[in-house]
């Protein structure tokens, strides 16, 4: 209980803690794989970071994909079955929600889960989840100890206990 007090702000990830968007990966990769002309089945998002750091229209262009296959799925998300018991849990903290899905993405989703965020991280502010996380202390001026971060990866773990945050992995 006391480990709970000292937490200041409550991070969620998106897809696959709060919501699942059942995204047409199959086509969206492979629009990719023609726009950027690579053989690659899965075109993970660190890639898209390099490749796109010092090109600002390739990036445009690259997020349009990313941007069209997330609008065919958010009428289709899945909610998760506990998001009243995760709104009523913390609702008198302050709330970030990070994610590597676009604004136009998120804008749809939020309304349709009932929750409200004091900040929202997307992939148009960085592609990196550390990045993020640090982008949502600094933000409230919170030490990493009073965070907690919660999400439904390995990486989103590594990347909370490298900076000092809390962590829980939500599993559905």
Not at 5 to 27: E, Q
Request: charged share 35%; net charge neutral; with cysteine.
């Amino acid at each position: 209980m006391e480990e709970e007090n000292s937490i200041k702000l409550v991070i969620f990830d998106l897809d696959g803690t709060l919501v699942k968007i059942p995204i047409d990966y199959a086509n969206m990769y492979s629009k990719l794989r023609e726009l950027l002309g690579l053989k690659l089945d899965v075109i993970p998002l660190r890639l898209i970071k390099e490749i796109t750091e010092d090109d600002e229209e390739l990036r445009e262009k690259i997020f349009k994909i990313l941007d069209d296959a997330e609008a065919e799925a958010v009428s289709n998300i899945i909610i998760n079955p506990e998001i009243e018991a995760i709104r009523k849990r913390f609702k008198d903290f302050k709330k970030v929600l990070v994610t590597m899905q676009g604004l136009n993405a998120v804008k749809a989703i939020i309304p349709k889960i009932g929750m409200s965020f004091d900040f929202v991280i997307t992939r148009e502010d960085s592609l990196d989840r550390f990045t993020q996380l640090r982008m949502a202390l600094k933000r409230f001026k919170i030490n990493a100890e009073h965070a907690l971060f919660i999400g439904d990866r390995k990486h989103d773990e590594n990347c909370a206990r490298k900076l000092g945050c809390k962590f829980v992995r939500m599993n559905w």
